[in-house]
């Protein structure tokens, strides 16, 4: 406010001079407009400065005037093509010039300001605040702050979109962090946004192919009916009968031969299991991929603001965290996994660096990796919340992982200790978590879910009553 009184007192100064301006040796058309400035006809001046510059596209003064006009007449874009005109010919009148342009800037900006904070009770202000940063942008383009400005009040009235440009120029040229930031999360978002609309476009046939690819040998008959529904032809292939008296030392079992028309699949069956799968023809349910590939082109948007802002900002968790997701949900893991595992040992007491290269092995699903990476984080800070959550889950899906991964001829006992010996690890962090953060109905039915196996039945009874109860309460 200080700045724009000495500002205002200034353009005062130089308008009083208008009163001292002399004839001499003027052309007609400008001593006219000198006349009619006194009597602020503005119009009728206008009109003589341009007839002036027409005629006489030398005359510095009648530029320098002219533009003096327009910004009286609030013509933005006309104050300043004379001004530059005026400026090309001579700097006589630069001081003066750079004042007048730079009190109104500061009126614009101010009063941009001054909407913004106004439109937090009324949202119509929003539109004033556009407008008013818009014509500081015209006078300084220069100026970070009106960028920012324009790009706080897109963002405040959820036009996201919007916002893109002067976040990008902010970007683009002073590197400013909160708009690699703000860049970078809307392009996920967009990315997220068109990937989630994909996946319900397609979830009938996403989820077909996903059932498709996940019939494996070993398993039972009851389990791909559950998963494909019964067949279109069934056929039952009996062994061949041996001839002579030779001694028979077990029974041979007939073979059951499933066919899936549709999927391509042809099944083999003994005695229950699956023994063969043929695949007759790779399964292609038409998928419209557009949208897919719209998503991974807002992610790579994201990833070229957000990779740069992570090493200008490597302290900054917000961005780290963002460029993490960003991978992932870009299918980069492998090139994520890269850059994080370099990251995470040149800065082996940074708990952000060691947590997100964990997040990323854990997408991975190098769980061993993992592991070794939330260790590190917890050492660093026992209560990084994140990392002792991901430090139990990951415990959880490595044991879902070995039980997933067993074969049909696992011996039980063996499997179930193995299982057992994960969720056993896995216990001390959820836990942990829960006391952290009790009111998670998710956490607790996790929870459930290893007492149960686990056999610890009254623990067990006790977290799916409180996931129960918590839900009733949401």
């Not at 948007?301 to 870009?330: G, R, V, W």
């Not at 430090?391 to 039980?412: E, F, H, K, M, R």
Request: aromatic letters at 10%; proline letters at 3%.
């Amino acid at each position: 406010m200080k700045k724009y009184r000495i500002l205002a007192s200034l353009v005062a100064a130089i308008a009083v001079s208008f009163a001292f301006v002399g004839f001499q040796c003027s052309s007609a058309e400008l001593t006219s407009a000198k006349l009619y400035m006194q009597r602020s006809e503005w119009n009728q001046a206008e009109v003589h400065l341009e007839k002036e510059v027409q005629n006489n596209p030398q005359d510095e003064e009648a530029w320098y005037l002219l533009g003096r006009v327009r910004a009286e007449k609030q013509n933005w874009s006309g104050m300043l093509d004379a001004f530059q005109h005026a400026l090309k010919l001579s700097d006589v009148h630069k001081k003066d010039i750079d004042a007048v342009t730079e009190h109104y800037w500061v009126q614009f900006y101010n009063t941009g300001t001054k909407y913004l904070q106004t439109a937090k009770d009324s949202a119509s202000y929003y539109g004033k605040a556009i407008a008013a940063f818009n014509t500081a942008i015209l006078l300084e383009p220069d100026s970070a702050m009106n960028y920012r400005g324009l790009a706080y009040t897109y963002l405040n009235m959820g036009a996201t979109d919007s916002a893109i440009a002067p976040l990008t120029t902010l970007w683009t040229n002073s590197k400013d962090k909160e708009a690699g930031k703000f860049l970078g999360e809307i392009y996920f978002e967009n990315g997220e946004k068109l990937k989630q609309d994909f996946e319900n476009d397609n979830s009938d046939k996403l989820n077909n192919l996903k059932k498709v690819t996940s019939i494996e040998k070993g398993m039972s008959e009851e389990d791909v009916a559950s998963t494909l529904g019964q067949p279109d032809q069934k056929k039952t292939e009996e062994p061949p009968k041996v001839k002579g008296r030779a001694k028979v030392i077990g029974k041979t079992l007939p073979k059951e031969i499933w066919i899936y028309k549709t999927y391509g699949l042809t099944l083999t069956f003994e005695d229950n299991t699956l023994k063969e799968k043929q695949v007759d023809f790779v399964y292609n349910p038409d998928i419209d991929s557009t949208k897919y590939q719209l998503a991974l082109v807002q992610f790579n948007k994201a990833l070229d603001i957000l990779i740069p802002a992570n090493k200008l900002y490597p302290e900054d968790q917000s961005i780290m965290t963002e460029l993490t997701n960003c991978y992932i949900a870009a299918d980069k893991t492998d090139q994520a996994a890269e850059a994080f595992k370099i990251a995470a040992a040149k800065n082996p007491d940074n708990k952000d660096f060691q947590y997100n290269y964990g997040v990323i092995l854990l997408k991975s699903n190098d769980f061993a990796g993992a592991i070794s990476q939330f260790e590190k984080t917890l050492k660093i800070d026992p209560e990084y919340w994140n990392a002792v959550y991901n430090l139990g889950a990951t415990y959880v899906n490595w044991g879902v992982q070995i039980q997933d991964s067993a074969s049909q001829n696992s011996d039980p006992d063996s499997l179930r200790k193995a299982v057992s010996a994960k969720f056993e690890k896995a216990l001390p962090a959820l836990e942990k978590f829960a006391s952290h953060k009790s009111n998670d109905p998710n956490l607790w039915e996790l929870l459930a879910k290893v007492y149960a196996y686990l056999n610890n039945v009254q623990k067990a009874q006790e977290a799916i009553q409180k996931a129960d109860s918590l839900r009733q309460v949401h």
